[in-house]
């Protein structure tokens, strides 16, 4: 091995270019260019992580990658080891679905009943918290129980259309 150092490293960037080759047996690997604000790495993607991770290597995607980086006299290797499109992982890091009520609105119990209903049918894994302003202008949190959101931002305008009481929807 003619390696002086071996560092595990964590690398965030925009795809600049893919190059998918075969080697000698036809197994497809990639050298992926990224880029960030301090210049451009040369990322090797070998074939058992292409077959893991491929489908997330095309340009412009926003790329978080785990790797190891190898440094000898002449030349820096980076070679990864996992990757994760930095839009997926920050959806798949939401765990909680803010729902605030409108001032001076009182949720009728059959719109509450709906809506549970509603997050029964869709089924989730994000906690459900309801915000109410209460009368001396401070707010109330509560947590629903027994129920889940889903992690769908395309729910915010269908359910701000159906709820009256609804005034905002947030995922944190």
């Known amino acids: 091995d003619n390696f002086q150092s071996k560092v595990d490293v964590k690398i965030c960037g925009i795809v600049e270019e893919v ?6 047996n036809g197994d497809t690997w990639a050298k992926v260019i990224l880029s960030d604000q301090y210049g451009t790495f040369d990322i ?11 489908a997330h290597l095309s340009e412009r995607k926003i790329l978080f990658i785990k790797a190891l980086c190898r440094k000898s006299k002449d030349f820096v290797q980076i070679i990864a080891d996992t990757i994760q499109d930095l839009n997926e992982k920050k959806q798949a890091e939401l765990s909680e679905f803010h729902i605030y009520v409108k001032d001076n609105i009182l949720m009728a119990e059959d719109e509450l009943t709906m809506l549970r209903d509603d997050f029964n049918i869709l089924t989730g894994s994000l906690n459900i918290f309801f915000h109410i302003n209460d009368e001396s202008g401070g707010e109330k949190i509560f947590k629903a129980r027994g129920f889940k959101a889903p992690n769908d931002p395309e729910l915010v305008p269908a359910f701000k259309e159906k709820y009256s009481f609804i005034e905002a929807i947030k995922f944190f």
């Open 19 to 24: 190059k998918n080759f075969k080697n000698e």
């Open 44 to 54: 090797i993607v070998y074939k058992n992580q292409f077959k893991l991770y491929g």
